[in-house]
Structures are given as structure tokens and as C-alpha cells.
T-cell receptor, first 114, second 115 residues
Framework: SQELEQSPQSLIVQEGKNLTINCTSS?????LYWYKQKYGEGLIFLMM?????EEKSHEKITAKLDEKKQQSSLHITASQPSHAGIYLC??????????????FGSGTQLTVLP | DTGVSQDPRHKITKRGQNVTFRCDPI?????LYWYRQTLGQGPEFLTY????????KSRLLSDRFSAERPKGSFSTLEIQRTEQGDSAMYLC?????????????FGPGTRLTVT
């Protein structure tokens, strides 16, 4: 099975600071998806990366997928309290067994202090 | 369309009781997924429907769990003879076949507490 490891598990930053969250796979990723979850709520889709070296940005959040397609990073610039939540990376198994069930990392809990 | 909805949002039940959850996907989405999430963990896949057909089931889905999507629209997830280990957030997601794989849209979840 494919495992996704996220680091750090939790992060506390002062408002205005930059931060990076990492997601590492033991296998080459078919695609990498970033979601944000507010505590006790559902997941909000942020970005999808498929090509090695790909980088996408949305507002102050930038996600990158390395050339080997085994590691992704999520970078937030000038963090705000609205960025607080749990960030989850997800991926589909590379094997052809299933292209529909997402496997998730355990998440990174982000707290932004005003 | 307001997105994926789930009902109820919270359910407290006693061990041994049966519970049923409902998910209404985004109306034009033909794929529907159920996930389970425990505290401090990411969601774990349970099952997947394309239209009314249940195409995949995780090993996590024991015989006490059953899911249906009778008309290819809303879905129900039933847990029989609940156990304390069933306490979790149950998330439903939907997507459109052919859409960029992974763009699953999630509902707010149903939090189950088994006492």
C-alpha cells in the first residue's frame, strides 16, 4: 500500500510568517492533492499536482511536486488566521488496482496566532 | 447547488444499536465515496459508487457496514450493532467521472459517538 507521511504534525506560527508543510510518499505518486479541513468539518480541495516539477499557486498558497513525484510541499506566504486548520495531502495508488480511492496523510494542524 | 450535504451532522448512539447516515452529492456528480476519519488521522476510504453500482469496498468495511445508492443520487451508510470502535467522522464525497482525478468534493461529515 502507499503511505503518505506529512511533516510537521503540528505547526504554530505568528501571523505574517511564512511556513512550509511537507508530504512524502514511499512510492511514485500518480497525483498529489492538497486539502484543507477545519476542525470537525469536511475537506476543502485546494490543489492538484500531477507532473514532476509542477508548481501551482492559489492566493498565498503554493504547492510543488518534486521531479521524482515522491514529495510535495505546501508553502503559505504571510500567514493569516484564516489559514488555520488541518492540511491533508492525498494521492491515488500508483497500481492499477484503484484509481478512485484517495489515500491521505495524517494531516498537519496549523495554528496562526494573531 | 450548495455542495455535498450529509445528515445528521452528529449522532450519539448506544453500543449495539443500528445507525444510518445519508449523503446527498452534488447533483451532476455520478461518483460517490464514503470515508471514515478518526481523530488525528486522515480519512480512510470505505467504499465507492459509480451511479448506483458499488464498485469498490475497503477491507475496513466489515459485514456490519452496508452502503447503498439506489437511484444513483443520494447514498446511505448503515452500521449495524455499533461498537465503540465505530466512533469516528464519516465523510461523503462526490465527483464527476472524467473530471480531474482527485477532485472529490467533500461534505461536512457525520460525527458518530458510540457510548
Amino acid at each position: 500500500s502507499q503511505e503518505l507521511e506529512q511533516s510537521p504534525q503540528s505547526l504554530i506560527v505568528q501571523e505574517g510568517k511564512n511556513l512550509t508543510i511537507n508530504c512524502t510518499s514511499s512510492k511514485t505518486l500518480y497525483g498529489l492533492y492538497w486539502y484543507k479541513q477545519k476542525y470537525g468539518e469536511g475537506l476543502i480541495f485546494l490543489m492538484m499536482l500531477q507532473k514532476g516539477g509542477e508548481e501551482k499557486s492559489h492566493e498565498k498558497i503554493t504547492a510543488k511536486l518534486d521531479e521524482k513525484k515522491q514529495q510535495s510541499s505546501l508553502h503559505i506566504t504571510a500567514s493569516q488566521p484564516s489559514h488555520a486548520g488541518i492540511y491533508l495531502c492525498g494521492a491515488y495508488p500508483l497500481s492499477s488496482g484503484s484509481a478512485r480511492q484517495l489515500t491521505f496523510g495524517s494531516g498537519t494542524q496549523l495554528t496562526v496566532l494573531p | 447547488d450548495t455542495g455535498v450535504s450529509q445528515d445528521p451532522r452528529h449522532k450519539i448512539t448506544k453500543r449495539g444499536q443500528n445507525v444510518t447516515f445519508r449523503c446527498d452529492p452534488i447533483s451532476e456528480h455520478n461518483r460517490l465515496y464514503w470515508y471514515r476519519q478518526t481523530l488525528g488521522q486522515g480519512p480512510e476510504f470505505l467504499t465507492y459508487f459509480q451511479n448506483e453500482a458499488q464498485l469498490e469496498k475497503s477491507r475496513l468495511l466489515s459485514d456490519r457496514f452496508s452502503a447503498e445508492r439506489p437511484k444513483g443520487s443520494f447514498s446511505t451508510l448503515e452500521i449495524q450493532r455499533t461498537e465503540q470502535g465505530d466512533s469516528a467522522m464519516y465523510l461523503c464525497a462526490s465527483s464527476m467521472a472524467g473530471q480531474g482525478a482527485g477532485e472529490q468534493y467533500f461534505g461536512p461529515g457525520t460525527r458518530l459517538t458510540v457510548t
